[in-house]
Every structure is written in C-alpha cells, then in structure tokens.
C-alpha cells in the first residue's frame, strides 16, 4: 500500500513542480509585502516538501516527523536557516496559503527574515478526511 501511495505522490509530484513557481510567487508578494525579501523556487527544496506531504498523505495525519525529524531532513542540504510549514484538508494552494497567514507560527515561517528559497508539495489522498496534505520549506 505504500508503495502505491508513494507512486501515486510521485505521479502527483510532476504536477506540482509545474504550480511551484506560482507558489512561489504568491509567498514572495506576501514577503515583499510584509518587508521580506523574494524567494525563488528550488527544485531540491520541492522535492523535501514532496517527500514531507508523500509521507503525511501515506499515513494520513498532519505531522512535522511523518518523513523524519526536519533537522535530519534538511541536513543535507546544509542551509543555516530552514523553517516548514504544513497543513492539510485545503483544496488550493490560495486557501492553504491564506491559512498559514493567519497562524502566528506558519507567519512567523513565511516571513523569516533572510529566506531566499523555498518549495512547495502536495500530495493527495482521497480515502483521508483531509483528502490533501501540503508541504512548504523555505531556506535562506
């Protein structure tokens, strides 16, 4: 069963790359609008966002450790600064986006100051309540 729901993800994963630099672009006019610098999309962050949702939507719970620890998670990328959000049950990017915004926590990550890079995932799972699992990472 995981094995179909990580082809599955990784299938959905195509698709994503295509939305990302949208995301993207959503999170970096908030940032600027909020006094932040822009991010750029990042193909090795979209692929750690991805392995986070393809874990949440396997298991089918909300869960910063669904994939392993996040410090773990990124330590190969070896960036100083990282941060992630994530989030589940919101349809489009916009709503999910929009929920992040008013999570003082989820805020506090979108506009860490210094942040250049970011990635976006999301997996979908429609035997879960929550039928979509995001991911965002974002590093400087």
């Given at each position: 069963?995981?094995?179909?729901?990580?082809?599955?993800?990784?299938?959905?994963?195509l698709?994503v790359?295509?939305?990302?630099?949208?995301?993207?672009?959503?999170?970096?006019?908030?940032?600027?609008?909020?006094?932040?610098?822009?991010v750029?999309?990042?193909?090795?962050?979209?692929?750690?966002a991805l392995?986070?949702?393809?874990?949440?939507?396997?298991?089918?719970?909300?869960?910063?450790?669904?994939a392993?620890?996040?410090?773990?998670?990124?330590?190969?990328?070896?960036?100083?600064?990282?941060a992630?959000?994530?989030?589940?049950?919101?349809?489009?990017?916009?709503?999910?986006?929009k929920e992040?915004?008013?999570?003082?926590?989820?805020r506090?990550?979108?506009?860490?100051?210094?942040?250049?890079?970011?990635?976006?995932a999301?997996?979908?799972?429609?035997?879960?309540?929550?039928?979509?699992?995001?991911?965002?990472?974002?590093?400087?």
């Open positions: 069963m995981k094995t179909i729901a990580l082809a599955l993800g990784l299938i959905l994963g698709a790359a295509a939305n990302a630099a949208d995301y993207a672009g959503e999170i970096s006019a908030y940032r600027r609008a909020n006094g932040q610098t822009a750029k999309i990042d193909a090795k962050l979209n692929a750690a392995k986070q949702a393809q874990a949440m939507a396997a298991s089918g719970s909300i869960s910063h450790s669904a392993g620890s996040f410090s773990s998670r990124m330590a190969p990328l070896r960036r100083s600064g990282a992630e959000n994530i989030g589940a049950g919101f349809l489009t990017f916009g709503e999910m986006l992040w915004k008013n999570s003082a926590g989820h506090a990550n979108l506009l860490l100051p210094g942040m250049r890079r970011v990635g976006v999301f997996v979908d799972n429609p035997k879960s309540p929550y039928r979509k699992f995001w991911a965002m990472v974002i590093t400087d």
